[in-house]
């Protein structure tokens, strides 16, 4: 188990990196809020004010970077897959 979770660490350094800082960012930015949660007031598609910046936003915000990895690994895995099919053809 451990092993794993350092491999995963190791493969994903520069997600997790800027993942912590995304988070810091986005803590700051609850902190900061009002935390009155309003739909028309979604940062920063409302008025474009962090003023009003909420739960919501922070759940939001902090799932679209997982999303966009998980999105890449399919991607590359489809290209990885491709690209073997090919060289099998080839040989």
Do not use: C, Q, T
């Amino acid at each position: 188990m451990e092993d794993r979770l350092r491999k995963l660490i190791k493969n994903h350094r520069r997600f997790l990196i800027f993942y912590l800082i995304w988070l810091i960012f986005h803590i700051g930015f609850l902190i900061s809020g009002s935390h009155n949660f309003s739909a028309n007031r979604f940062w920063p598609f409302g008025d474009g004010r962090l003023k009003y910046y909420d739960i919501s936003e922070l759940i939001y915000y902090l799932i679209i970077p997982f999303l966009v990895l998980f999105i890449w690994k399919l991607f590359m895995m489809n290209k990885k897959k491709e690209e073997i099919e090919d060289d099998e053809e080839e040989a």
